[in-house]
């Protein structure tokens, strides 16, 4: 049974910075990408970042790059989500994903439950 957990979400000032994590309970968690999806409320599910299964590639949407860092550690199955200066507009439900390595949310097999993120202004 495939299971993706996030943690790390809450309520930030505009400028601050989060780290979300999500832990993976797939047994071949290191043959996945692995990606980071967020959605506000009335919106649709949007891509923010993603990385292949060795780390060695990432994808990031426009408005997050420079300021978003996504990172994975194979062997204890986690995948980070480094957020810095933070704006209202980041505010959002944060998912992550296990799949194919890509920007759509149709490549993606397996989703967490998401976790909140606020950012204050």
């Known amino acids: 049974q495939v299971q993706l957990v996030e943690s790390g979400g809450g309520l930030v000032q505009a400028g601050g910075s989060l780290r979300l994590s999500c832990a993976a309970s797939i047994r071949t968690f290191s043959s996945y990408a692995m990606g980071w999806f967020r959605q506000a409320p009335g919106k649709e599910r949007d891509f923010v970042a993603a990385?292949?299964?060795?780390?060695?590639?990432?994808r990031y949407a426009d408005s997050v790059k420079g300021r978003f860092t996504v990172s994975r550690d194979n062997a204890k199955k986690l995948v980070y989500l480094q957020m810095n200066s933070l704006k209202p507009e980041d505010t959002a439900v944060y998912y992550c994903?296990?799949?194919?390595?890509?920007?759509?949310?149709?490549?993606?097999?397996?989703w967490g439950q998401g976790t909140q993120v606020t950012v204050s202004s």
């Open positions: 990385i292949t299964w060795s780390g060695g590639s990432t």
């Open positions: 994903a296990a799949g194919t390595y890509c920007s759509a949310y149709g490549c993606y097999n397996y």
